[in-house]
């Protein structure tokens, strides 16, 4: 359990990020759900999770692009506001051959995918450190370790974002910070059906994509006690290999 924990989840609105939303309420924890617009569904469905299981749930909006956006609204959030638990689950995709994308759209990805979950990290752990208490959990991608044709972008960040997991939990696990990643394989969300085709889908030994809640199971094991001696690893949950996040 984390009864009277707060974490804060990246890129909360669907997916992945709504799943663990879901997890950790459930579970007793207060959440500030980061996205990147207000949506009115999302409101009414972290209403609904608040009133069900009496804890709370508030947003936070700001294009993680934006880098003045995300400084002006993360700092004024950790003047109000204890993050125990940061699940940096903010992420954009993309697919194609290297000779054939443009390294505008390359640093597009590494600004979402890597540098905006560092700077996050960044202005969340002052306060972690501070307490000597505190979890991170990054989430990766099997793309990260399994990099294939046409990973330049996407799964290179992602191998980025693995390789900043376990380097910083070097530098943390003496303040009492851990620091983790989960790399996902093929997960049933709408980002995995817009860049995945069916071939690539089916080749897991399970012969089935993972749901979201599966993917939010072992964020929230990692974040928790159960992992109180676990830092700098990445767990992957891929079905037993084939099959890209």
């Known amino acids: 359990m984390l009864k009277s924990k707060t974490v804060l989840i990246t890129g909360a609105r669907t997916g992945i990020g709504r799943a663990v939303v879901q997890k950790f309420v459930k579970n007793g924890a207060a959440v500030v759900a980061h996205m990147r617009v207000q949506d009115d569904e999302f409101d009414e469905f972290s209403r609904g999770l608040a009133a069900e299981y009496g804890t709370a749930v508030s947003t936070v909006y700001f294009d993680i692009a934006d880098t003045d956006a995300l400084k002006r609204e993360m700092k004024a959030l950790l003047k109000s506001t204890q993050i125990d638990v940061l699940v940096n689950n903010a992420g954009i995709a ?22 905006s979950q560092m700077e996050i990290t960044q202005l969340v ?27 330049c972008a996407y799964g290179v960040s992602k191998a980025a974002f693995i390789a900043f997991t376990k380097a910083l939990s070097a530098e943390t696990g003496t303040f009492g910070v851990r620091v983790n990643a989960v790399a996902p394989g093929f997960t049933d969300t709408k980002m995995v059906k ?21 993917i939010a199971n072992a964020i929230y094991f990692l974040a928790s006690d159960d992992a109180s001696f676990i830092n700098g690893s990445t767990l992957v949950v891929d079905g037993g290999g084939g099959g890209r996040r």
Do not use: W
């Open 94 to 115: 993309h697919g194609g051959l290297f000779q054939m994308t443009k390294l505008a759209a390359i640093r597009e990805v590494f600004d979402v995918n890597l540098f």
């Open 125 to 151: 752990l002052g306060q972690m450190t501070r307490r000597k208490s505190g979890a991170i959990v990054n989430v990766a991608s099997i793309s990260g370790i399994d990099i294939r044709r046409g990973d």
């Open 194 to 214: 817009a860049y995945a085709n069916q071939s690539e889908m089916s080749d897991n030994p399970m012969k089935r994509l993972a749901n979201t809640d599966e």
